[in-house]
């Protein structure tokens, strides 16, 4: 099975709006962590957000947060008020921290924001 | 350096050469990560160093692959007798304990003729 599923190969969102990116994790490790990550044409990998398994809370970082349903293991990304500078793929990453030392990444979602 | 640097930013070599592929990681950091990115896709895990300990290996495709490390320095990552199908984004991570998130290199860009 997937250790990191995302199922929109491609997502489109009007500018100033919000769009949510889904992302399904396995495990049978209950102490994880999920990650979001940027990645523009350019290439480089930009950290957005981390979300632990313990979090009472779900995570927030400026126009990024973390929609986080342990019980369906899921993790999805939020962002709101898009800008035309979101547009890249999106990646979402899980690190099982007893259970080696990988971390595992879905396909990516890529985003494109229209103006 | 502030953040993880990787050299050469592009490689184009030969079918059945070797290349070697080096990443710095940011200063401190003990934990550091090798990923193959091929076009269109997602992140492919090679190799895992943290610290002193032994390397976690298990992503490496094949024995033409291998990775050095000494201490919490610079990496090397070898190609030995490349191929086609190993033309591929070489991205490099760093992070403080392992535990937390990694920072990314702007990867090497490989392309075997």
């Known amino acids: 099975a997937q250790k990191i599923t995302q199922t929109q190969p491609g997502m489109f969102v009007q500018e100033k709006e919000a769009v949510t990116l889904d992302c399904t994790y396995d495990?049978?490790?209950?102490?994880?962590?999920l990650f979001w990550y940027k990645q523009p044409s350019s290439g480089e990998m930009i950290f957005l957000i981390y979300?632990?398994?313990?979090?009472?809370q779900n995570a927030t970082e400026g126009r990024y947060s973390l929609n986080f349903q342990k019980a369906r293991k899921s993790a999805n990304l939020v962002i709101s008020a898009s800008q035309l500078g979101d547009s890249a793929m999106y990646f979402c990453?899980?690190?099982?921290?007893?259970?080696?030392?990988?971390?595992?990444f879905g396909t990516g979602t890529s985003l494109t924001v229209i103006p | 350096g502030a953040g993880v640097s990787q050299s050469p930013s592009n490689k184009v070599t030969e079918k059945g050469k070797d290349v070697e592929l080096r990443c710095d990681p940011i200063?401190?950091?003990?934990?550091l990560y090798w990923y193959r990115q091929r076009l269109g896709q997602g992140l492919e895990f090679l190799i895992y160093?943290?610290?002193?300990?032994?390397?976690?290996k298990s992503g490496l495709p094949s024995d033409r692959f291998s990775a050095e490390r000494t201490g919490e320095s610079v990496s090397t990552l070898t190609i030995q007798r490349t191929q086609q199908e190993d033309s591929a984004v070489y991205l490099c991570?760093?992070?403080?304990?392992?535990?937390?998130?990694?920072?990314f290199g702007p990867g090497t860009r490989l392309l075997v003729l």
């Open positions: 160093f943290q610290g002193n300990s032994a390397p976690d």
């Open positions: 979300q632990g398994s313990y979090d009472q």
């Open positions: 495990t049978s490790d209950p102490s994880y962590g």
């Open positions: 990453a899980m690190r099982e921290w007893n259970t080696g030392n990988q971390f595992y």
């Open positions: 991570a760093s992070s403080s304990r392992g535990r937390e998130t990694q920072y």
């Open positions: 200063s401190g950091h003990t934990a």
